[in-house]
Nanobody, 124 residues
Framework: QVQLAESGGGSVQPGGSLRLSCAVS????????LGWFRQVPGKEREGVAT????????YHADSMGGRFRITFDNTKNTLYLQMNSLQPEDTAMYYCAAGRGEVPSLRASAYAYWGQGTQVTVSS
């Protein structure tokens, strides 16, 4: 069973940075897509960034403006999201996710496994 556990969320002032981590276990097949999503109450879950297991194929949502970067350390089985220049509108619950398949995707429907989420709050 695939399991994911996020950490690294917290409160930060506008313009600050955070790095989220997601420990991934139970990957028994050779092809998975990994992703970061975020959600605020009353809105749909939004794709932030996605990667394949090799880290070669990586996509970031255009709406993040180039401020976020996804990486996967396959020696530690840990997925990261480096977030820079954070703004109040980035406040959300952030989730990591895993799904079978070689091609990364920003669609939540492409993922079967989800972590519990970690809260990020950006305010002055």
């Amino acid at each position: 069973q695939v399991q994911l556990a996020e950490s690294g969320g917290g409160s930060v002032q506008p313009g600050g940075s955070l790095r989220l981590s997601c420990a991934v276990s139970g990957l028994t097949y050779t092809s998975y897509r990994l992703g970061w999503f975020r959600q605020v109450p009353g809105k749909e879950r939004e794709g932030v960034a996605t990667s394949d297991l090799s880290g070669v194929l990586r996509y970031h949502a255009d709406s993040m403006g180039g401020r976020f970067r996804i990486t996967f350390d396959n020696t530690k089985n840990t997925l990261y999201l480096q977030m820079n220049s954070l703004q109040p509108e980035d406040t959300a619950m952030y989730y990591c996710a895993a799904g079978r398949g070689e091609v990364p995707s920003l669609r939540a429907s492409a993922y079967a496994y989800w972590g519990q989420g970690t809260q990020v709050t950006v305010s002055s």
